[in-house]
C-alpha cells in the first residue's frame, strides 16, 4: 500500500485532500512539511500532498524545500476551502469568547471574527486548533476548521462558510521521488520547473525572451533568495504546455543559455478547474 504523507493533524485540509484523491492508500500526518519532503525523499513508494498556494491569501511558504528536495511533481489538485466555527457539542455562539485557527484561515474569516467580537489566537493549523478545542471542554473556546475536522473530535459545526469570500481554493501539489510525465496527447499541461540565472546585468529578462519569441505562456514566476543570501536567488517556474512540445523545448533551450542552475520538477494535466 502507497503512503501518503501530509503536514498537520487528522482532519487538516491537507487530509481532506489526500482522502478526495488517494482512496486507498494509507494517509500519514507529519508535523512539519520538512519532514514530509524528508520522508518522500527516502522513500519511492511514498508521496506528499502539500498546500503550494491559496487563491485569496497567495503562497503557503514551501519553495525553498521545492528547491532543496527537488521532488518529482505528478499532479496538481485544487482544493475547496470552506471554513466552519467548530465547538463543543451544544454551544452557541453567544457562548464563545476565543477562537483558534491557523493564521491564514483567521484572516479569511476576519469579518465573522469581528462582527462576534470574538478574541482570535493564532496557532499551528486548523485540525491541531480543533483537537485542543475538543479536549478544553470549555465552551468558550471555539475553532475555525474543516468538517472533517468536526467529524474526527466530535465537535459541533455552530455556523457553517464563514469565509469571507466564498470560492476560496487552496493549490495541492502531489509529489514523490520517482520521475513520471504523462505522455504528450491533446490535453492541457503544466511543466514545472526551477532556475538559478548566471550574474550578469539584464540577465533575468534576456533569458525569458525565448519564451515570447516562442509564444509560451508562463503562469507562474516567483523569485526566492538561496538560503542564507540575498545576493543569490531562485525562480520558481510553471508554464502552460508539455516539455515535449517543440516550443517549449525551444524556449527552455534559450533560457537553459542564461542558467547556472536548471532543473524540470515535474509533467502534469492541468488541473480542469483552471479552465472555471
Given at each position: 500500500?502507497?503512503?501518503?504523507?501530509?503536514?498537520?493533524?487528522?482532519?487538516?485540509?491537507?487530509?481532506?485532500?489526500?482522502?478526495?484523491?488517494?482512496?486507498?492508500a494509507e494517509i500519514i500526518p507529519c508535523k512539519t512539511f520538512d519532514e514530509c519532503f524528508l520522508k518522500a525523499?527516502?522513500?519511492?513508494?511514498?508521496?506528499?500532498?502539500?498546500?503550494?498556494?491559496?487563491?485569496?491569501?497567495?503562497?503557503?511558504?514551501?519553495?525553498?524545500?521545492?528547491?532543496?528536495?527537488?521532488?518529482?511533481?505528478?499532479?496538481?489538485?485544487?482544493?475547496?476551502?470552506?471554513?466552519?466555527?467548530?465547538?463543543?457539542?451544544?454551544?452557541?455562539?453567544?457562548?464563545?469568547?476565543?477562537?483558534?485557527?491557523?493564521?491564514?484561515?483567521?484572516?479569511?474569516?476576519?469579518?465573522?471574527?469581528?462582527?462576534?467580537?470574538?478574541?482570535?489566537?493564532?496557532?499551528?493549523?486548523?485540525?491541531?486548533?480543533?483537537?485542543?478545542?475538543?479536549?478544553?471542554?470549555?465552551?468558550?473556546?471555539?475553532?475555525?476548521?474543516?468538517?472533517?475536522?468536526?467529524?474526527?473530535?466530535?465537535?459541533?459545526?455552530?455556523?457553517?462558510?464563514?469565509?469571507?469570500?466564498?470560492?476560496?481554493?487552496?493549490?495541492?501539489?502531489?509529489?514523490?521521488?520517482?520521475?513520471?510525465?504523462?505522455?504528450?496527447?491533446?490535453?492541457?499541461?503544466?511543466?514545472?520547473?526551477?532556475?538559478?540565472?548566471?550574474?550578469?546585468?539584464?540577465?533575468?529578462?534576456?533569458?525569458?525572451?525565448?519564451?515570447?519569441?516562442?509564444?509560451?505562456?508562463?503562469?507562474?514566476?516567483?523569485?526566492?533568495?538561496?538560503?542564507?543570501?540575498?545576493?543569490?536567488?531562485?525562480?520558481?517556474?510553471?508554464?502552460?504546455?508539455?516539455?515535449?512540445?517543440?516550443?517549449?523545448?525551444?524556449?527552455?533551450?534559450?533560457?537553459?543559455?542564461?542558467?547556472?542552475?536548471?532543473?524540470?520538477?515535474?509533467?502534469?494535466?492541468?488541473?480542469?478547474?483552471?479552465g472555471k
Open positions: 500500500m502507497n503512503k501518503i504523507y501530509f503536514q498537520g493533524t487528522f482532519g487538516a485540509y491537507s487530509h481532506l485532500a489526500a482522502l478526495s484523491i488517494f482512496k486507498d525523499s527516502k522513500d519511492d513508494n511514498s508521496k506528499i500532498i502539500i498546500p503550494e498556494s491559496n487563491r485569496i491569501t497567495g503562497n503557503i511558504g514551501i519553495e525553498y524545500l521545492i528547491f532543496k528536495y527537488r521532488l518529482n511533481i505528478y499532479s496538481e489538485y485544487f482544493q475547496k476551502i470552506e471554513h466552519n466555527l467548530l465547538g463543543l457539542p451544544g454551544t452557541k455562539i453567544s457562548d464563545i469568547k476565543d477562537v483558534y485557527s491557523h493564521g491564514q484561515a483567521l484572516s479569511q474569516c476576519s469579518k465573522f471574527i469581528k462582527s462576534n467580537s470574538l478574541i482570535e489566537h493564532v496557532r499551528a493549523d486548523t485540525a491541531g486548533s480543533a483537537e485542543m478545542v475538543s479536549k478544553t471542554k470549555d465552551n468558550t473556546k471555539a475553532a475555525i476548521a474543516s468538517s472533517l475536522s468536526a467529524k474526527t473530535y466530535n465537535l459541533e459545526i455552530i455556523k457553517k462558510n464563514i469565509e469571507n469570500e466564498k470560492g476560496n481554493l487552496t493549490r495541492f501539489l502531489i509529489m514523490g521521488k520517482n520521475i513520471s510525465q504523462p505522455e504528450f496527447g491533446n490535453k492541457r499541461y503544466i511543466t514545472s520547473f526551477l532556475f538559478k540565472l548566471k550574474s550578469k546585468p539584464a540577465a533575468l529578462y534576456q533569458s525569458l525572451g525565448g519564451f515570447a519569441i516562442n509564444g509560451v505562456n508562463l503562469t507562474k514566476l516567483q523569485s526566492y533568495p538561496e538560503k542564507n543570501t540575498f545576493d543569490s536567488f531562485f525562480f520558481l517556474c510553471d508554464l502552460d504546455g508539455h516539455i515535449e512540445d517543440i516550443k517549449v523545448q525551444k524556449s527552455l533551450e534559450e533560457l537553459g543559455l542564461h542558467c547556472q542552475d536548471f532543473h524540470v520538477l515535474g509533467v502534469f494535466e492541468a488541473d480542469k478547474i483552471r
